[in-house]
């Protein structure tokens, strides 16, 4: 059997990375195919390819597509390259199943490729909900265009269950990456400051932004409210920006904080790309996630940090107790980030049960992917 894993983004590929080697190492009869496409090509959002291929994995195929533009235009010329490119790959390759997850629009051009060829599609993260992107209607295409289906939640199955799916077909297995952490050691502040350049010292937040592709106009907007409500932290608190992804609107965002950033050199520092191992480090030591990315909902909670989730763009989604929502302008902002740093806030997170929490996800990631 051939299995491939088609994969674009740092996030979304740091959740595979576990299955990829849990698979490697139960089932070494299995042939193993990683394909990289959009961000992990582009030296602008960090060429992340070379991290899939220093954690030992053989890139099989590496599927151009990026325009520098984050129009709607770009980005449909962009899937229309990606599908161009994915027809010969998936011809050479023959997998006998591909497996995608989440809700990204390269995601969906593989998907619909596979659908065409006639492949079987193991779809992770199923069933969820954000309501603020268009990534929203983009998963549950994807759910339909899919074979089988890992959720992280019970309430994510239920909802794949109701979009017409065979129940038989459909597994709550928790997140791979909460399952991750669960046996993860942070790398020492020292370390980090080493292989990042940023100072951990002392108390820090960790700032993630995206533009909120349902709202198309207000990313300037809201990203100014962020980085104004930023200025009235106490003067002793950091900032680390990890920068957004390459979803329309993006490169607003992006220049918009890398600007704010530069001004701020003993503040802020603004990285394309962390890796999953130093990322899920910085949160660790840190005393907070802001913004509005999916890892403050999913994954923080299982780091003991509390996370500020910032309007509509996870709207929707099941959370922990820690995550705290607060409107994209300034004064629910600047409220929220001194809520963030209040010691009642920091204790709470500390002992908050996650949702996306099941013990042994990854193992059975691996095995429903191989003998389902």
Aim: proline share 5%; hydrophobic share 40%.
């Amino acid at each position: 059997m051939t299995i491939c894993f088609i994969t674009g983004t740092r996030a979304e590929y740091g959740i595979l990375a576990p299955i990829i080697r849990e698979i490697s190492l139960q089932y070494p009869e299995i042939k193993i195919r990683i394909v990289a496409t959009n961000m992990h090509l582009s030296p602008e959002y960090g060429l992340t390819v070379k991290e899939i291929e220093a954690d030992g994995f053989t890139v099989d195929a590496k599927v151009e597509m990026l325009i520098s533009s984050d129009t709607p235009t770009g980005t449909v010329k962009s899937m229309g390259v990606e599908a161009i490119g994915l027809a010969d790959v998936i011809e050479r390759l023959q997998p006998d199943r591909i497996v995608i997850l989440g809700d990204r629009y390269e995601m969906l051009t593989a998907a619909s490729a596979a659908l065409i060829f006639g492949i079987p599609i193991v779809h992770l993260h199923g069933g969820e909900t954000t309501l603020g992107a268009y990534d929203n209607a983009i998963r549950h295409a994807i759910t339909q265009l899919s074979s089988i289906h890992l959720t992280s939640t019970e309430e994510y199955r239920n909802r794949v269950i109701s979009m017409g799916k065979d129940p038989k077909t459909v597994h709550c297995i928790g997140s791979p990456a909460v399952d991750s952490i669960s046996r993860f050691t942070p790398m020492s502040r020292e370390e980090l400051k080493k292989s990042t350049g940023f100072s951990a010292d002392g108390r820090y937040i960790v700032v993630t932004f995206h533009p909120v592709t349902l709202q198309p106009g207000d990313e300037e907007c809201q990203t100014q409210a962020l980085l104004d409500a930023l200025d009235t932290l106490p003067k002793d608190v950091k900032i680390l920006f990890t920068l957004p992804n390459s979803d329309t609107g993006g490169l607003t965002v992006r220049h918009l904080v890398e600007k704010w950033a530069a001004l701020r050199p003993d503040k802020a520092s603004a990285v394309c790309s962390l890796g999953a191992k130093r990322y899920f480090s910085a949160v660790a030591h840190s005393h907070g996630v802001v913004g509005n990315s999916s890892s403050g909902i999913i994954e923080a909670p299982s780091l003991h940090v509390p996370t500020l989730n910032i309007g509509d763009r996870q709207k929707g989604r099941a959370r922990a107790e820690s995550v705290i929502d607060v409107e994209a302008i300034f004064p629910a902002i600047k409220e929220g980030l001194h809520r963030l740093l209040d010691h009642k806030t920091q204790q709470l997170a500390r002992t908050v049960v996650n949702p996306y929490s099941m013990p042994g996800t990854v193992a059975w990631a691996a095995e429903l992917i191989v003998t389902s």
